[in-house]
């Protein structure tokens, strides 16, 4: 009995010693990291950034230049920036405008003239009443023993809105405006753009009387303010006559006097008037046209 004791008590000390040596693999809970043991952040109602660490993000504090970069970009713009305190965007003011800036914008006039028939700006050189479409000179008052006869201030025309005149016609600068309004207005939407480049003058300034009548009062031909058209050369050369070519067109033309020139005359107004149109410019009410 005493040997069965023995050995059983043998046996269950290498059994112990066995459990001692081998490695603890009894289920046991894994130990809590330390980065978790901290204290969670409560999150507000919005998703919170956080960094590597678990701190929140927070925004830097805005640099003290950013607020005036606007500031300096505008005014590097050329637009000033006047200061406004509290305001969420500044109060924007145009720079004083230069005083020569007028000058500066200024471009001479050196285009070269243009084609007969075609509108445009011409060299200011040879133009006269303000106008460059209007080429001719200026002349000294023209004076006359008659009582009414004379022009003030008159000029020698040329060519008007770059259509030529047979010959140099004497007048003041309002006949001459409104001959060039007429030649705009009047004669290339009749005839057609460019098919006129010569208007045939019969008559300008001459010191006389209404129909050459004895006793009448002067003509406003006698004032400078008369020209008498008695036909249209076209661009293929060939001319018509008032008294054998008074078509639609020449009507038409005839027609669109009315209101530019305060009297206009042609075939059929009074028998004096069948080979030419008469526009004159009088200084009276309404106007007179047959």
Known sequence: MRGIWAAGMFGLTLAGAALAEAPDTSLRPVARPAALA???????????ALDSTG??????????TLASAPQIVMARAGVAVAPAKQALFPVLRPFPRPKDLAQKQLVAAAVAPVKPGKQGVVSRKGSVCGDPSIRGAALAPITSRVKGCG????????SVAGIR??????????TALALRAWIERGVEPAFGRGKVVELQVAGHYVC????????AKISEHGRGRAIDISGFTLSNGKTLTVRQNFDRTMRKAHKAACGIFKTTLGPGSDGMHEDHLHLDVAK???????
């Open 38 to 48: 901290a204290p969670a952040v409560p999150e507000p109602a919005a998703r919170v």
């Open 165 to 174: 005149l047979s010959q140099a016609a004497t007048m003041d600068c309002d």
């Open 208 to 215: 006389r009387t209404r129909n050459h009548r004895a006793g």
């Open 55 to 64: 701190a929140i993000l927070r925004p830097k504090p805005r640099p003290a």
């Open 151 to 158: 022009i003030a201030d008159p000029v020698q025309i040329t």
């Open 284 to 290: 009276r009410g309404g106007t007179y046209c047959r």
